[in-house]
């Protein structure tokens, strides 16, 4: 029993680490950002890149990463620092932009950023929901409209539109 009790006990902590071990987001050093289109370059402290902290499932590295996600907003708020979270950088206009602050990529290109799709139970939407709740998921900010859509295709869904092109991210 009690070998029993330190095998369990190991592995929370060995969670925890992995959870923690390995910082989500990374700084790039870049001083100049430009969006997707090229209509926009603006001057920045940092761009910081983003990934999803491991874990065993995908409640516990989105709860990991909201974590993660309120410290880094709480460090820029002491640094006096202004921040922007991005996806895609698709917007034609300098809306997600921050001049001389910190911009925070989140889109899930090239297997980083944030891109965790879940499913909903019945207790976690509001009561004129429930009626629907199967209907529904709840998705990170970074994921990409392609992926999300491919999800949603997966378990016979859709988005009710999503433009003419899917190269957007959900921010």
Request: aromatic fraction near 10%; proline fraction near 2%; hydrophobic fraction near 35%.
């Amino acid at each position: 029993m009690r070998s029993s009790t330190r095998t369990k006990d190991t592995i929370v902590r060995l969670r925890r680490f992995f959870i923690m071990a390995y910082p989500p987001f990374r700084s790039t050093k870049a001083r100049t950002w430009t969006n997707f289109h090229q209509t926009i370059t603006v001057g920045i402290k940092d761009l910081f890149t983003s990934w999803n902290p491991r874990a065993l499932n995908t409640l516990a590295r989105y709860n990991a990463m909201t974590t993660y996600l309120q410290g880094f907003i709480k460090n820029r708020i002491a640094e006096k620092t202004t921040m922007r979270a991005f996806g895609s950088g698709w917007s034609w206009t300098g809306v997600n932009t921050t001049a001389g602050g910190v911009l925070l990529d989140t889109s899930s290109n090239i297997n980083k950023g944030m891109n965790l799709v879940m499913e909903l139970s019945e207790e976690s939407v509001l009561d004129e929901h429930k009626s629907h709740y199967r209907d529904l998921v709840l998705c990170q900010c970074g994921i990409g409209v392609k992926k999300l859509n491919q999800y949603l295709e997966r378990t016979k869904r859709s988005l009710k539109t999503s433009g003419a092109s899917d190269g957007q991210t959900n921010v």
